[in-house]
């Protein structure tokens, strides 16, 4: 018979932490959200220069530009 395993097999929170364990990861979750958002918003400028304009857009430059709501909409994410 196969087991399943899962995340609590391995982690378990000390009794009498798990108030602050909820915290901990509320704070770290929303940290990673932030961090993806402004990934994903990088991405998409960086796409929609390449894809749609055809030029390149490094990083750096990408961070002080902005698109539009129908430019983001051009944007394809196959990848």
């Known amino acids: 018979m196969i087991h399943d ?3 609590q097999d391995f982690f378990r929170c000390n009794e009498g932490f798990e108030d602050q364990a909820v915290r901990v990861q509320d704070k770290v979750c929303g940290s990673r959200l932030l961090d993806l958002y402004h990934k ?3 991405q998409c400028i960086i796409n929609y220069n390449t894809d ?3 030029q390149v857009v ?3 430059d990408a961070r002080t530009m902005t698109l539009t709501r129908e430019q983001y909409l ?3 994410m196959k990848h």
Do not use: Y
């Open 5 to 7: 395993v899962c995340m």
């Open 40 to 42: 994903m918003r990088l």
């Open 52 to 54: 749609v304009l055809g």
């Open 58 to 60: 490094w990083k750096p």
């Open 74 to 76: 051009l944007v394809s």
